[in-house]
């Protein structure tokens, strides 16, 4: 079984701050993992994912992630937030031997001015 | 470049009533999914299909039909509707669950739908 947890409801963070977004994963195999972010009464969009390789990946807009084997953990970061970041981030996981993505409950961002 | 078409956006359903969500993508993806997305629970995968004419169940399927007759295409059939269904559901596409990831997900803009 595979899973994904978010621990954080919510991050307020103030814009030009750093912005972080926890995610732990749990899989029986190698994981491959992914971000997508949620804009308001729009579909998911995707990030940046991790398959193999490098632990940091950079994405769109900015962001990065961190995979960390060790701490089965996927933390998304941006170095300096904007008020626009501000939306539903969820992280999801699989197994590579598998298709089915797994998501968090997602955490809601909001970067204040 | 449409991608992932979802329609219709909103629809409120009586008790007992049926209806079909629609979704088409123009990408020639293979794998389609469904989910639905519930407040502070994340998405849920109600079924997904590898391609036309394969489909099968995922987390939460009971009081769901899906039919997969062309690569385009992946309806989504609600035969009774039951106040538990109420949720916004979301529909999606990938290439392939070919190593290396080619298998992003692209998310249609969702259908949000109330069983009262």
């Known amino acids: 079984a595979q899973s994904v947890a978010q621990p954080e409801d919510q991050v307020n963070v103030a814009e030009g701050n750093p912005l972080t977004v926890k995610c732990t994963y749990s899989v029986s195999g190698n994981p491959y993992l992914f971000w997508y972010v949620q804009y308001p009464n729009r579909g998911l969009q995707f990030l940046l994912k991790?398959?193999?390789?490098?632990?940091l990946v950079k994405g769109s807009y900015g962001f990065e992630a961190e995979f960390n084997k060790s701490q089965t953990s996927f933390h998304l970061k941006k170095p300096s937030a904007l008020v626009s970041d501000s939306a539903l981030y969820f992280c999801a996981v699989r197994d590579i031997s598998d298709y089915k993505l797994s998501f968090g409950a997602g955490t809601t961002v909001t970067v204040r001015a | 470049n449409a991608g992932v078409t979802q329609t219709p956006k909103f629809r409120i359903l009586k008790i007992g009533q049926s209806m079909t969500l629609q979704c088409a993508q123009d990408?020639?993806?293979?794998?389609m999914y469904w989910y639905r997305q519930d407040p502070g629970m994340g998405l849920k995968l109600i079924y997904y299909?590898?391609?036309?004419?394969?489909?099968d169940k995922g987390e939460v399927p009971n009081g769901y039909n899906v039919s997969r007759s062309t690569t385009e295409d992946f309806p989504l059939r609600l035969e009774l509707a039951a106040p538990s269904q109420t949720s916004v559901y979301f529909c999606?596409?990938?290439?392939?669950?070919?190593?290396?990831?080619?298998?992003?997900?692209?998310f249609g803009a969702g259908t949000r739908l109330s069983v009262l």
């Open positions: 299909s590898v391609g036309a004419g394969i489909t």
């Open positions: 999606a596409s990938s290439y392939s669950r070919l190593a290396g990831g080619r298998d992003i997900q692209y």
């Open positions: 991790y398959i193999t390789g490098d632990n």
């Open positions: 990408m020639n993806h293979n794998y």
